[in-house]
Structure formats: C-alpha cells, structure tokens
C-alpha cells in the first residue's frame, strides 16, 4: 500500500493517487468513466450536504459525509488529471492568474 507524506504536496496527492489506481486496479479505466463517477461523487456530496442542511434526502441512499465525499472527489480530480499528465498545480497557479484580472461584481 502506497503511504502520502505528512504535509504532502498536490504533486504528493496526484502521485499517491497513480499508486492506489494501480495498487487496485484502476489504473485502465478509460477517462469518461473517471468523469462519470466523478459526477457521482459529486451527488454523493450533494446529498450529504442536504443531510447536514436538514433538507430533506432519502434515507435509504449510500453516501459518506461531507468530508469523505470532498476526499472522493478530489482522488478523481487527481486522477483525471494523470490521466491527461497535468500538473494540477501549475494549472492552479495559471488559472489563478487568469482570474486575478477579471473584474468580479454582485449579480443585481
């Protein structure tokens, strides 16, 4: 089983993630089925967070907790990056700067 570093990196995560995809056989699934249970989790983390709202959810569907759903996302997030060999954090800091030149206001 692969191990993180105590204060890992992105590039840590997004390495640690390859290790696990192969350690458990994932590593082949192609990048729309990655999308796919992305969007998944993302459902997942939609209904834990009405859980926590006290909106009304279905009791019987299976998710975690807002913490273990942001934790799946994020391992997909990773590995759909892999599988495209970007460096999350070099898009990060690009997009960041991009951003940093719009001009953001309240919606009327």
């Known amino acids: ?3 993180l570093n105590k204060k890992p990196t992105l590039s840590d995560f997004q390495k640690y993630v390859h290790k696990l ?9 192609i ?6 249970l992305l969007g998944e989790e993302m459902g997942e983390l939609f209904q834990a967070i009405r859980k926590a709202e006290k909106m009304t959810i279905d009791h019987n569907s299976k998710f ?3 913490e273990e759903e942001l934790a799946d996302i994020f391992i997909y997030i990773c590995s759909i990056a892999n599988s495209y060999n ?3 954090e070099k ?12 001009v953001w206001s309240k919606s009327k």
Do not use: Y
């Open 91 to 102: 898009a990060f800091r690009e997009k960041e700067e991009v951003n940093k030149k719009r």
């Open 1 to 3: 089983m692969p191990t």
């Open 31 to 36: 990048v729309l089925q990655k999308c796919l």
């Open 86 to 88: 970007i460096d999350l």
């Open 64 to 66: 975690g907790t807002i």
């Open 21 to 29: 995809e192969v350690e458990r056989g994932f590593a082949d699934k």
